[in-house]
């Protein structure tokens, strides 16, 4: 039966700060006989820790805990010794070198063996810049995989519960476009499935577009050198988008138009039956050619994968072809 849950109500990051500072410090010796379950789930999360930069756990001695560090979100030290770093993010990502800086912050308080960790319960489309500055991505399937060995353990605790469960129902909208119809399919649902694509050897990224219409999550990938401009293909959720990227404003009228026209007179080459857009933009980036509904499905109007995976491979060719001819002439 459902019930409220306190992390329903506080979603913001310095609440979760508070959560991830409360099991650490579970993982005190003196807790140990308060809460053994607890306690070793506490210690689980520090030595999960340790693992993600390849290094074994001391036997836990005294615990530092202490929040907004020079800007950090948390600062742990273990032993007096080793600095664990956590930048927390629940829907935001990094930005403006700030990992970096943190790193700085605390090498200069005396910190030399660090561990940081860059701790995200939502997605993103990639850690590139997470890992180049050395941090470490602690994701959310890392945590449930801790929290459920609590939960087997039959920790009744509401404060570990509550976030458990809050993580699990994160979780079933992120995966809800592999067992839900697609007018069914909310924000996580998006990202679950552009993750999949990324996994499937679709090699582009993510993110979500505002625009005055309400935005949408968009998809981009596969940049092709058409000359004047770059070709590349973009998916707005439902849709699949032939866009190009135009720097030479005299340029765009006709760009759009000659790539339109290449574009549906290939198409039907790749079994791909795409449309003018209903009207023509004018800016840096514009749509030249639109496939709707591209996703298949089986009768019970669930995603089938593999045959839309099939469908972007083709768009990828249609591409590749016209940018080959192109360069050819």
């Not at 660090?114 to 939502?122: A, E, H, T, V």
């Not at 909208?173 to 909310?186: Q, S, V």
């Not at 990202?191 to 935005?215: C, K, M, R, T």
Request: with cysteine.
């Amino acid at each position: 039966m459902n019930k409220p849950n306190l992390f329903s109500y506080a979603t913001s990051e310095l609440s979760q700060d508070a959560f991830l500072c409360w099991l650490m410090n579970w993982a005190s010796h003196e807790f140990s006989e308060i809460n053994p379950p607890l306690h070793d789930i506490g210690k689980k999360f520090i030595e999960a820790i340790f693992r993600k930069h390849g290094q074994s756990c001391p036997n836990i001695e005294h615990i530092s805990i202490t929040r907004q560090v020079d800007g950090l979100d948390i600062l742990v030290v273990i032993n007096h010794k080793y600095a664990i770093l956590i930048e927390d993010k629940t829907y935001t990502r990094d930005h403006t070198n700030q990992l970096a800086r943190y790193r700085v912050a605390v090498e200069k308080r005396g910190y030399h063996h660090q561990l940081p960790i860059y701790y995200k319960i939502g997605n993103q489309s990639n850690y590139d810049t997470v890992v180049a500055a050395g941090y470490k991505p602690f994701l959310r399937k890392d945590m449930l995989a801790i929290l459920q060995e609590g939960y087997k353990r039959n920790i009744t605790d509401s404060i570990f519960n509550d976030y458990y469960q809050h993580l699990l129902s994160i979780e079933e909208a992120y995966n809800k476009y592999k067992t839900a119809p697609l007018n069914e399919w909310k924000g996580l649902a998006w990202q679950g499935f552009y993750s999949e694509l990324q996994n499937a050897g679709i090699l582009g990224e993510w993110d979500y577009v505002s625009n005055p219409q309400g935005g949408f999550y968009g998809f981009w990938w596969h940049w092709k050198n058409g000359g004047d401009c770059q070709l590349y293909l973009q998916l707005e959720q439902e849709k699949l988008c032939v866009k190009i990227e135009v720097a030479d404003k005299e340029k765009r009228a006709y760009l759009r138009t000659n790539w339109c026209q290449k574009v549906l007179e290939k198409s039907s080459d790749f079994q791909l039956h795409v449309k003018k857009p209903s009207r023509f933009g004018n800016g840096r980036y514009m749509t030249v050619a639109v496939l709707e509904n591209y996703m298949i499905t089986n009768k019970d109007g669930i995603l089938d994968l593999t045959s839309t995976i099939d469908v972007l491979k083709r768009a990828e060719k249609l591409l590749d072809a016209l940018t080959v001819v192109r360069t050819n002439q």
